[in-house]
């Protein structure tokens, strides 16, 4: 009979996972809400709709970069992986940008474009940090394993 260290792993998120998740959607909520006083300002109430649509659409690339990472990634392929996350992330945001403008849901673009762009890069940067510490973590775990 296997002894269960010798299983497959589970398909369940592990805690370095889960924190990383956490972080990602922590880190973009506070800024988001850093942002909603200056997007009120300059741009009125309709702003924050656009504000939270855009920390949305750079969310779910995240979420769907850190299932896949700890899915199929490879940790000798970092510089791979980096590159797919980073097309996932502009196709869906892209995509995302492209179907919230042919559906005129905003009378300006002032109210979804800036507030994109910066979270876009926001959580480009945030997400590269925490896959950096998730990588190193998946590579601590399977050398202790060994």
């Known amino acids: 009979m296997p002894n269960k260290s010798d299983a497959e792993p589970e398909n369940r998120p592990t805690s370095v996972e889960r924190l990383s998740v956490a972080n990602?959607?922590?880190?973009?909520?506070?800024?988001?809400?850093?942002?909603?006083?200056?997007?009120?300002l300059m741009v009125g109430p309709q702003a924050l709709s656009g504000l939270s649509l855009a920390a949305?659409?750079?969310?779910?690339?995240g979420w769907?970069?850190?299932?896949?990472?700890?899915?199929?990634?490879?940790?000798?392929?970092?510089t791979v992986g980096f590159l797919i996350g980073s097309g996932?992330?502009?196709?869906?945001?892209?995509?995302?940008?492209?179907?919230?403008?042919?559906?005129?849901l905003?009378?300006?673009r002032?109210?979804?474009?800036?507030?994109?762009?910066?979270?876009?890069?926001?959580?480009l940067i945030?997400?590269?940090?925490?896959?950096?510490?998730?990588?190193?973590s998946v590579n601590k775990n399977s050398v202790q394993s060994r």
């Not at 945030?126 to 190193?136: A, D, P, Q, V």
């Open 24 to 40: 990602l959607v922590l880190w973009t909520l506070g800024f988001s809400l850093f942002l909603a006083v200056p997007a009120y």
């Open 56 to 61: 949305f659409l750079c969310l779910v690339p």
């Open 64 to 78: 769907l970069v850190f299932l896949l990472y700890s899915r199929y990634g490879d940790p000798s392929q970092v």
């Open 88 to 104: 996932i992330r502009l196709a869906i945001v892209l995509g995302g940008f492209v179907a919230v403008d042919k559906s005129n």
């Open 106 to 108: 905003f009378s300006s």
């Open 110 to 123: 002032l109210e979804f474009v800036p507030w994109l762009g910066i979270l876009f890069l926001f959580t």
């Open 126 to 136: 945030i997400e590269t940090r925490l896959l950096l510490k998730f990588i190193s």
